[in-house]
Every structure is written in C-alpha cells, then in structure tokens.
C-alpha cells in the first residue's frame, strides 16, 4: 500500500510518540523529549548540543511529562529582563530612600506647629536680607540721584573722571542688590515650598500611623472578645 508524504510524516510521529514509553523504560533513564528546527519531535537519554539553548521536556519512565526545560533566553529577552530588573532595583532605592526621609520627618517633629515655627523662622532670616538689600538700594538710589544731579549742573563742561567712576559703581551695586532681593525672593518661595510639603507628608504619615494603630486595636478588640466567647 503506498501513502502520500504527508500521511507518512503522520505515521512517523505517531509511531515515534508510541514508542517513547517503551523507550523511557527500556532505558531506566531521565528521557528528554524536545523538537528540531523542522518540527520534528525526538527521544533520548540526552540533549544533542545543537538542541540544548532550545527547551526540552523531561519524561519519567512510563513516558510522562515531569518537568519542563525553558529554552535559552534570546538577546532581546535578556535585555528587557536586564532593563527589568535595573527598574525594579531603582524603585526599591527610591521607596527605601523615601522611608529614610519619613523617619527622619518624624524625629524632626513632634507636631505640626513645630513645622510652622520652622518654616517662619526660615522665612524671616530672609525677608531679613531682602529688607536690608532694599534699604541699601535705597541709600544707592539717593546717592545716584544726586550724582546725576551734579553731572546735570555741569552743562556742557566735560565730567570728571571721577563722576563717572562714582555714577558706575552705583550702577554696579543697585544691579546687584536687585539680584541679590531676587534670588532671596526664590528662596523664599522655594523655603515655603518645602516646608509645606513636608507639613502635607507628617499628616500623610500621622494620619497612616492612626489608622494602622486603630487596625490593630480593632483586631485585639475582636481577638478577646473570641477568648470570651469560647470560656
């Protein structure tokens, strides 16, 4: 009886799959069943080495399934687990580095006003430097005024160097305390900021510690009152 390609590719891999038990048996053996580049399934006592990265499944005597070999990962799979895994760490770095900070948050302060005298104390060592580099650009504002003042009465005659010179650094000076307000008007800002969020936080964390507490009594609660019952 003669049969078409197919249904003798069919006959091979049935007769091939019946005869793995016999097989497992026989050979008293870890038999590994794995798969070619082809599709075709194989039987053996080992893993050739061209089919080892590829996966196998490991068989007991009668032929059965016991465990399964995963193939070797590809380039790209160990990419993506290494960039996994460098997430992963990166997030347990940033969790416990906002626990540190939560410890410390809690040891600074005992209760919320504590952050309130912090952060006007804070503030006010500023506005302090603010006030003193305004009266200061007061005092340049009155010195240059009068300098112009000066150089406009001399008409058409030539300035003095001098003039110039003082005309210039009171220039200088006024841009600079103009900087100097600027940059502690930002810090101020960013002062506030900050004392704000940690104050948002002491309650986040106050208010997590209250329920947590409640939790637990509720549970101790329910605990006795069980004990009770079964006396």
């Excluded at 048996?25 to 194989?42: F, M, N, P, R, S």
């Excluded at 003095?160 to 841009?175: Q, S």
């Excluded at 900050?194 to 605990?223: F, L, M, P």
């Amino acid at each position: 009886m003669k049969y078409g390609r197919q249904t003798r590719i069919a006959l091979t891999a049935f007769a091939v799959a019946m005869a793995a038990p016999a097989v497992c048996t026989a050979a008293g053996t870890t038999t590994y069943k794995w798969i070619d580049d082809q599709g075709v399934v194989h039987y053996g006592d080992k893993i050739p080495p061209e089919a080892v990265n590829k996966g196998a499944t490991v068989l007991d005597k009668q032929g059965r399934p016991t465990k399964k070999i995963e193939p070797a990962p590809t380039p790209e799979q160990l990419k993506a687990k290494a960039a996994a895994d460098e997430e992963q760490r990166a997030q347990a770095r940033a969790t416990e580095e906002q626990a540190r900070k939560d410890r410390a948050l809690m040891q600074s302060y005992t209760n919320e006003a504590e952050i309130d005298v912090a952060k006007n104390r804070a503030i006010s060592t500023l506005d302090a430097q603010i006030k003193s580099a305004q009266a200061y650009s007061a005092d340049l504002t009155r010195r240059q005024q009068a300098l112009q003042k000066r150089k406009a009465s001399l008409g058409d005659q030539a300035v003095p160097i001098d003039l110039e010179r003082d005309l210039n650094n009171v220039d200088v000076e006024l841009a600079r305390e103009a900087t100097l307000i600027k940059q502690r008007q930002e810090e101020i800002a960013a002062v506030s900021a900050k004392y704000d969020g940690e104050k948002k936080r002491w309650q986040e964390i106050k208010a997590n510690q209250q329920r947590s507490a409640a939790a637990g009594a509720t549970v101790t609660t329910k605990t006795s009152a069980a004990a009770d019952t079964k006396k």
